[in-house]
């Protein structure tokens, strides 16, 4: 028994040290960004970073969505290295390497997902000084819960306290505001986002409105815009970024679009919609949904969407739980023999079937998810190819 109760009051006291040292690390970094939201993170997180080195500070960043990074001072990268699964205890060690390396200003994408540990990340880690809040759409709807409301109530547990709060969208802002003022924070909105001459290179395929939330951050710490956005043309883009890779295979013209990181169907709608007007989406068209056994009602969405609205010739449903996909979309009215189910099959033989079935001049597009069979099979495509 006093083995027991000894352990217990060391641990105890390691608890109160670890916390101790956390406060004072807190404390030694002026500007600290916490980045929330349903899509977007890790593109608006980079863009924050890069706009706040081009306007004198010393910045550590870390993003957690396709794979996760760590941003150093000078913009180079190095990845997070786990030994077991991702917590969110990640962020006081990005913390404590920030205080290490003398920086004045953090950029962490919030990695929680359950709202309750959204609030531990921000109250007892973070403590952001500037809140970030993309956008509210429907996924995660397991944990979140299965309305847009429910889902902004959930985001609003990371608002600051004492601080201010960007908000990247217009959706939801009286339940924000309400958040902020309770927090005592100020609420800011994101202004239109810029003209695509003024995006950063490469981000024609991403949300310009991510620019705009990252320039409004970067604005609310002192950085002018002029400045930051010349910082922003400069960033990195996440490697799980929209493009479109064109090449031939076996002699055929086929347009591969990366879209696996758009997790949820908004997301997908919005960009889909873009594309059929610039003329990227040829026929015929595959698409390729990487399902997760966890994620079943974003399954379920995502078969409903290609089964009733985006003019689909053929669906390839690789990952697990491909079951929940193929129902929803049969039940919207896609025809049952127009689709693949790869649960299970090799990448290599997923991607030669793919070909070996398309005409020439198709789109192919992957969705739905990015890690695990999607990130296999996308680089099976890139791989040598060509990129818009």
């Not at 217990?8 to 390691?14: T, V």
């Not at 500070?57 to 190095?78: C, F, M, N, Q, Y």
């Not at 547990?157 to 709060?165: A, E, H, K, W």
């Not at 959706?171 to 950063?200: I, K, M, N, Y």
Request: with cysteine.
């Amino acid at each position: 028994m006093v083995v027991i109760l000894s352990a217990l009051l060391l641990l105890l006291g390691l608890l109160r040290l670890e916390a101790c040292l956390h406060e004072r690390r807190l404390r030694r970094i002026p500007i600290r960004i916490h980045v929330n939201g349903t899509r977007g993170k890790s593109t608006t997180t980079r863009l924050i970073a890069a706009g706040l080195r081009a306007g004198g500070h010393r910045v550590i960043a870390k993003t957690t969505g396709t794979l996760p990074r760590i941003i150093l001072e000078d913009g180079s990268e190095i990845p997070v290295r786990r030994r077991g699964r991702a917590t969110i205890r990640e962020q006081m060690a990005t913390i404590a390497l920030a205080a290490r390396r003398q920086a004045d200003a953090v950029v962490l994408e919030c990695m929680a997902v359950h709202p309750e540990l959204q609030w531990v990340s921000e109250r007892r880690m973070v403590r952001s000084t500037v809140g970030v809040i993309t956008n509210v759409r429907l996924d995660h709807m397991e944990v979140m819960g299965r309305t847009r409301e429910a889902v902004a109530g959930a985001l609003s547990l990371s608002v600051p306290r004492r601080g201010i709060l960007v908000a990247g969208s217009r959706d939801h802002l009286e339940r924000f505001a309400e958040s902020c003022a309770q927090q005592g924070s100020v609420l800011r909105q994101a202004p239109t986002a810029p003209d695509s001459g003024a995006l950063p290179e490469g981000t024609a395929l991403e949300f310009s409105e991510n620019t705009a939330t990252a320039l409004a951050v970067c604005e609310a710490v002192g950085v002018d815009r002029e400045r930051a956005l010349r910082g922003m043309r400069d960033a990195v883009p996440d490697v799980g970024a929209l493009r479109i890779h064109r090449e031939r295979f076996d002699g055929k013209r086929i347009a591969f679009i990366n879209a696996f990181s758009l997790n949820d169907v908004d997301s997908l709608h919005a960009v889909w919609r873009r594309l059929e007007a610039e003329g990227d989406l040829a026929r015929p068209r595959i698409a390729i949904l990487n399902c997760r056994a966890d994620r079943p009602l974003r399954s379920v969405a995502f078969g409903a969407l290609v089964g009733a609205s985006l003019g689909v010739d053929r669906l390839v449903l690789v990952g697990e739980g491909t079951r929940h996909a193929c129902r929803a979309a049969t039940r919207a009215g896609f025809a049952p023999e127009r689709i693949v189910r790869a649960q299970g099959s090799p990448p290599e033989t997923v991607y030669r079937r793919i070909l070996d079935d398309a005409p020439d001049g198709t789109t192919v597009i992957g969705i739905g998810n990015y890690r695990g069979a999607g990130e296999a099979v996308a680089a099976l495509f890139i791989g040598g190819a060509g990129v818009r």
